[in-house]
């Protein structure tokens, strides 16, 4: 199948010279949940605005659904949804009429039950007759979703949508990209809290300095870059490791009491297994063991050396 999202080397200038996007090359799949990661600053918003038809490309091209973004404006808008990263909303409307008049601007029919349906997934349905500035901005960011959510977008893009967001609305917007997600809508988010990527994407990119640095499979992508890391908590503190163990990925810590050990994800198993017999062949003995991987975080700031 086609994949419903088609980038190619796109590139965007702005006006004061500043490259915000080297050329990017994405597919997206239909149905899929894709967290793009990345710094402030990495291109994220910009790249998500030209695909949304709000900002123009340099270079390149960008297909959604088969039709191109800059030609095909109005086909491609309409099938997605977006909610922002900023909050911009009329404040003296109500949340009824914003989200209704939202559907409208996208060229569809009237549907008061599909409304009603989204302000309540939102917890937004006893506030539908409040004005927008009477509500809080966790309120506000509720709303936005569901302005994006109004014309029953085959896509969506959700832009840092938990920045500065209470545990609340995080736990309903999440339960709302799960039945999203069910009902086979593409959804593409970005963030720079890794464990939101981490807990819901099928698919993890790593933006920065406008450039895409990766996308791949999270649990590939784990599997692949994902260090682990065994600890030994010894019974009798070693003053220094012997020689024949130096390097190798082994270190002494904490006094001297421990003995940590950092492997590839991939080829553990025969590896420990030899380095506790060794160990038992210097009479190095351990009262307890334990393991860690690295979460995507640590592969994050891997990659963009640090910078979040
Ligand atoms: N209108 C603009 N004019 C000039 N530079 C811009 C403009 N908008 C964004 N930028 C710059 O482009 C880069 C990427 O911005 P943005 O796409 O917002 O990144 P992100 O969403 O990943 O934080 C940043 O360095 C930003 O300062
Ligand atoms: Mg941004």
């Keep these: 199948m086609a994949p419903i999202i ?64 800059v030609k095909d404006f109005r086909a491609t808008r309409s099938m997605i949804g977006l909610v922002p990263q900023e909050l911009t909303t009329d404040q003296f409307e109500t949340v009824w009429n914003t989200v209704s008049f939202s559907r409208g601007l996208h060229g569809k029919k009237a549907n008061p039950a599909h409304i009603e349906k989204v302000l309540r997934d939102l917890s937004l349905w006893d506030k539908k007759d409040n004005t927008l500035r009477q509500l809080s901005g966790g309120m506000k960011r509720r709303v936005l979703i569901a302005k994006a959510l109004s014309h029953e977008p085959e896509i969506l893009f959700l832009d840092e949508p938990t920045a500065g967001v209470d545990v609340a609305l995080r736990k309903d917007m999440w339960h709302v990209v799960e039945k999203l997600r069910e009902a086979g809508v593409t959804i593409i988010l970005t963030t720079h809290y890794i464990e939101e990527a981490e807990e819901i994407a099928d698919r993890v990119g790593v933006i920065n300095g406008g450039e895409l640095l990766l ?66 062949e210097h009479n190095i003995h351990f009262k307890d063991l334990s393991t860690q991987q690295s979460s995507l975080e640590d592969i994050f700031v891997a990659l963009v050396g640090g910078a979040k």
């Design 215 to 280: 996308v791949e499979d999270k649990t590939a992508l784990m599997a692949k870059l994902g260090r682990k890391q065994l600890i030994l908590e010894l019974t009798e503190p070693l003053e220094e490791l012997p020689a024949s163990f130096a390097g190798n990925g082994l270190a002494l810590t904490a006094g001297g009491n421990r003995l940590t050990y950092e492997f590839d994800a991939e080829n553990d198993q025969e590896s420990i297994a030899a380095l506790l017999t060794r160990l038992a």
């Design 6 to 69: 088609s980038i190619r080397n796109l590139t965007k200038i702005y006006s004061n010279g500043f490259q915000a996007l080297k050329g990017i090359d994405l597919d997206v799949e239909k149905g899929e949940i894709l967290a793009l990661l990345g710094p402030n600053g990495a291109g994220k918003t910009t790249m998500i605005s030209i695909v949304c038809g709000i900002a123009n490309p340099s270079g390149g091209t960008v297909l959604v659904g088969g039709h191109d973004v």
